[in-house]
């Protein structure tokens, strides 16, 4: 640990750098509460004049839990085998802001809620070449985060990596330096990544020119879509926001689900737990929440930054916590502005970029179908049948699964067929997750349709029985097809007067608006429909 004890030794280290948020003025107050008993504090060097610290905790001697299964065969006796975890702060404040540079599991010893959002990925794109990348975390926008990691075997640019500016929340990004005073090779997420030799009196210098990067516009010339949702920082609006999500989950409001922060190694994932020696599951269901919340109808904010998740790690049985809210996703409004909670923040969908989604959704037509209104008392089966036998032209095709090569399993091809080329998809409400299956069901369903002939063949099978024969092959032939003859129609249900525009989530519009545009280049026609249920309830 030379660099820690100050030796003017330059060898290569690697620098995990947070920046902490402005409100936080002193050190202690950036360490978790439960961590400060158990670390120690080193004064720095005066020779160094900074104004800064160092938090070492004691390390950590864990008795692996697998040694016991070992213990029941061996013949002799296996003593305890123990893990062991060491964790370091170094702090300084530089320019009245707080930098926190990591060792070991030392960000774990970090408050949450200390850390700035995106920190490390705005300096990170203001210093790397954008024609030299090496790798890429995107999420998407749904209830149901969906993360993805892109590599490339050897640098390149960023079109190599299909960015979706509309639909992609950009996490993190590593490629070469621009700048070789900040190394070869840098990373960006929350933190800021940096390997290369230095000293300990480098330290101070390099964080100032780290800061002035930050502070850049740079990057807004190839990554300017990144500020389409930016991290909420006023601390006002993050407790109406809070507030906002604590009686959502008193409610159980069906828009909160759960997904992981960041990539699980699920090769070593035995499950999740709210507890530290409490039940486990390996499904991330915010139902599972629910069930171990004795005291839901007693959360506040202060009790819901406490939660904890608990990854149980399969290798080593370690139950390391994380805390619930980054798990969250939601969305919700405040003056007409839009939020959604992702990944452990909360994010501001810029007008610009809402008006945007609109404006695409908004192009799609609607069908030219009759549709039947909804009965109160109908559920999705029931609005199906009466639908598919309201007109002679149309075939039931719910809950009549096909096999599907491309999704590997069965799926439906959609829910109510039309002779005249039409493929209707039907869903009853606006639960985000309910229409992000269907538009998923949709983009399968099509794609197999053009490239599967035995999905063609099992199509036709489900129709030939109510046409003649001969108007088969025209009507959906088993060789190739013409994309541009088939209508892809989304009919959803509910019970506003406002038009479906105005009250699908946002999460949804999105979502559709993916669908919309990848289904347009195959070539297909797509609409969407609103269907009202009889008796409808004013919004």
Same mark, same amino acid.
């Not at 008795?63 to 070992?70: D, G, H, K, Q, Y």
């Given at each position: ?248 989950? /008193? %409610?159980? #409001?069906?828009?909160?689900?759960? +997904?992981?922060?960041? !990539? =699980?190694? *699920? ?113 999705? /089966? %029931?609005? #199906?049948?009466?639908?598919?036998? +309201?007109?002679?032209? !149309? =075939?039931? *095709? ?142």
């Amino acid at each position: 640990m030379n660099f820690l004890l100050g030796v003017c030794v330059e060898k290569n280290y690697k620098l995990s750098i947070y920046l902490i948020k402005k409100d936080y003025n002193q050190f202690h107050d950036c360490i978790q509460e439960k961590k400060k008993n158990s670390i120690e504090e080193y004064k720095i060097k005066p020779i160094y004049n900074y104004n800064g610290v160092i938090f070492l905790s004691k390390p950590n001697h864990n008795i692996a839990s697998w040694v016991e299964i070992l213990r029941e065969g061996a013949d002799t006796i296996i003593d305890d085998i123990k893990n062991i975890s060491n964790s370091a702060v170094l702090m300084l404040k530089i320019s009245d802001r707080i930098f926190a540079c990591t060792f070991g599991y030392g960000k774990f010893l970090l408050e949450d809620n200390c850390i700035e959002v995106n920190f490390g990925l705005k300096t990170c794109l203001n210093l790397i070449d954008h024609s030299k990348l090496r790798s890429m975390d995107k999420a998407n926008f749904d209830d149901t985060t969906i993360l993805t990691r892109m590599q490339a075997s050897s640098l390149t640019s960023t079109d190599s990596f299909m960015i979706d500016p509309l639909g992609d929340l950009l996490r993190s990004i590593t490629g070469e330096s621009k700048d070789n005073n900040f190394g070869k090779t840098l990373s960006g997420t929350d933190a800021f990544f940096i390997s290369r030799k230095m000293g300990f009196t480098d330290i101070e210098p390099l964080l100032k020119n780290v800061y002035e990067k930050y502070m850049s516009d740079g990057y807004k010339e190839k990554f300017a879509w990144v500020d389409n949702v930016e991290p909420v920082r006023d601390k006002d609006i993050i407790h109406e926001l809070d507030e906002t999500l604590v009686e959502g989950l /008193k %409610e159980k #409001n069906k828009l909160i689900t759960l +997904s992981p922060p960041g !990539f =699980i190694e *699920f090769e070593n994932f035995l499950g999740i737990s709210f507890t530290e020696k409490g039940e486990t599951r390996n499904d991330f269901d915010i139902d599972f929440f629910y069930e171990q919340s004795k005291d839901l109808q007693d959360l506040d904010i202060k009790k819901l930054n406490t939660k904890k998740v608990f990854i149980v790690n399969g290798s080593s049985e370690v139950r390391k916590p994380i805390k619930l809210q980054k798990f969250l996703n939601f969305q919700t409004e405040i003056d007409d502005s839009k939020y959604v909670c992702t990944l452990g923040s909360w994010f501001k969908i810029s007008k610009s970029f809402y008006e945007q989604i609109k404006s695409d959704v908004s192009k799609i037509k609607e069908s030219n179908i009759e549709f039947i209104k909804c009965n109160p008392n109908w559920n999705e /089966k %029931e609005y #199906n049948e009466n639908l598919a036998n +309201s007109n002679k032209d !149309f =075939i039931l *095709f719910d809950r009549k699964p096909i096999k599907c090569k491309n999704a590997n399993t069965t799926i439906e091809a959609c829910d109510v067929f039309s002779i005249e080329k039409e493929l209707i998809h039907v869903k009853v409400g606006n639960k985000s997750s309910t229409l992000s299956h269907l538009f998923a069901q949709a983009r399968i369903s099509a794609t197999s349709m053009i490239n599967d002939k035995e999905f063609r063949e099992e199509m036709r099978s489900l129709i030939e029985h109510k046409i003649d024969k001969n108007k088969l092959d025209c009507i959906l032939p088993l060789d190739k097809i013409q994309n541009s003859n088939y209508t892809i129609t989304f009919a959803i249900i509910n019970q506003y007067e406002k038009p479906l525009i105005d009250v699908l989530p946002f999460f949804s519009l999105l979502n559709l608006r993916q669908t919309y545009q990848y289904l347009s280049e195959y070539g297909f026609n797509v609409r969407l429909n609103q269907i009202y249920r009889e008796n409808i309830k004013k919004n």
